[in-house]
């Protein structure tokens, strides 16, 4: 079953990379002249109380991302995102190929180093939300996707990291992503669903279980819904995402974790400059050692001038009780963030 999914995934894809190309062809355009390079830099100073009730603070350069853009015709697109990992040394982040033009077909090939469409993520704040920290999944994946009239679904498969015990090496995981958009005047919003046949696949749970030394038994599927509502001056996110079943393991079996993430912000002008100010509750369940039970945060921020922009958050955990993975105790975080976009 799994390698007739992946063979005709791959058809597809093959079938369609050179239906694009034959279009493609007729469309040439110069590419040098179509390559835009953009970047992100992030310099933050934090104050922190952690579980252990130990201070700490540091100035630290928090992010230093390079993009690179290329548009070699109005079917064929790539994308290069280099990245400073936690040791301080850039790193391929994201490096993709996009056949399709949406515009004109609604059917679009990616393939490369990606984020996979598993969680929305969506948020004003400083700090990742909880739900990407549980479901966040990267890795060298195949998809097609289709965007027409506001709908948008995609498919996708790649070779897991986190393999069940005794199984070959093979793209043994596949998910699947739908959503709906659409603005009227003022308001805007989006929801969408997502199913992932692995949820150990994400950054946390591989984290968690090669700390632990782990063998999985058997994979468990993950799910997310969310959505967004922007009406005016006011935003709301919200999602949801969880395990569908218990993780099981060859050693132990643990109780299915989920997460929620819950935030409003509301823009506005101080002396002629865009800010927001924002706050949010998320919580978990069953995912002690690995999230927090409870996080309260909020968050002010300024566009200072064009790219540059000012943002200041305060966050506090509560973590598990001792019997459920935890500390029982409470850790705050207060952070400044000056960024550049250009």
Known sequence: MKKKLGYGLLLLIFGFSLTTMAIAEETPANWIESVTISGLIEVEASSENDYADEDSSD????TADINVDAVLNDWTAGFVCYSMNDDGVM?????????????????????????????AFESNMLSDPITLDLGEVQNDALLIGAEISG???????????????????????????????????????????????????????GDMIDDNALLLDTYTAGYAVHGSLIYGPVNFFAEYLAAADDLEFTTETTDAPSAVALEAGYTFEIAGKESVISAGYQFSSDAGGILPESRVIGAFSMALADGLGVTLEYKQDTDYDVADGGTDEDATAITANLALEF
């Open 91 to 119: 790193e391929v982040d994201e490096a993709t190929i996009t056949l399709g033009n949406t515009e004109k077909n609604p059917i679009f090939f990616t393939g490369g180093k990606m984020y996979v469409p598993f969680g």
């Open 151 to 205: 709908f948008n679904a995609a498919v996708y498969l790649f070779n897991g990291e986190i393999d069940e015990d005794g199984e070959d090496d093979t793209n043994n995981c596949f998910g699947a992503s739908v959503g709906y958009g659409a603005e009227i005047d003022s308001l805007s919003f989006a929801v969408g669903a997502d199913f992932i046949n692995s949820i150990t696949e994400s950054g946390g749970l």
């Open 59 to 62: 100035i630290a350069l928090a």
